[in-house]
C-alpha cells in the first residue's frame, strides 16, 4: 500500500507542475523554450535555498522527473563538486550531476530528428 501511496503522490505532483507549466504556456506570452528555461531555474533556486530537496524527498519521481528536478540536480552537484574540489566544483559540478540527463536529452533529441521532419513554412 506505501507503494500505491508514493505512485499517487508522484503522479499528483508531477501532473501540478506540468499543470502549472501548461498555464504558463496557454495564458501569457512565454513560449516553450522560456518556460522550459524558468522550470530549470526555479528548480536550482528552491535548491540553493534548501527547499527542493526536503520537497523532493516527500513527493519522489514527481519532483525530480520534471525539469525542476534537472535544476535542482544541477545546484546539487555543483555542492559535492564544491566540497570535493574546492572553487573549481563551480565549473563542473553541473556537468557530472546532470550527465545523464543531459545524455539522455541528446539521445532522445537525436532520435527524434530521424522520425519527425519540421513544418515547412
Request: with cysteine.
Amino acid at each position: 500500500m506505501e507503494l500505491f501511496f508514493a505512485l499517487v503522490k508522484a503522479f499528483l505532483v508531477g501532473g501540478a507542475i506540468c499543470f502549472l507549466s501548461q498555464l504558463l504556456l496557454d495564458y501569457t506570452k512565454l513560449t516553450m523554450g522560456r518556460i522550459l528555461v524558468l522550470l530549470v531555474v526555479l528548480g536550482a533556486a528552491l535548491g540553493a535555498v534548501g527547499f527542493y530537496e526536503p520537497f523532493a524527498a516527500w513527493a519522489g519521481a514527481g519532483a525530480t522527473v520534471p525539469l525542476t528536478g534537472f535544476g535542482f540536480a544541477m545546484v546539487r552537484g555543483v555542492r559535492e563538486a564544491i566540497q570535493k574540489d574546492g572553487w573549481l566544483g563551480i565549473l563542473t559540478g553541473a556537468f557530472t550531476a546532470a550527465s545523464a540527463g543531459v545524455g539522455a536529452a541528446v539521445l532522445c533529441g537525436l532520435l527524434a530528428s530521424f522520425f519527425f521532419k519540421p513544418k515547412e513554412r
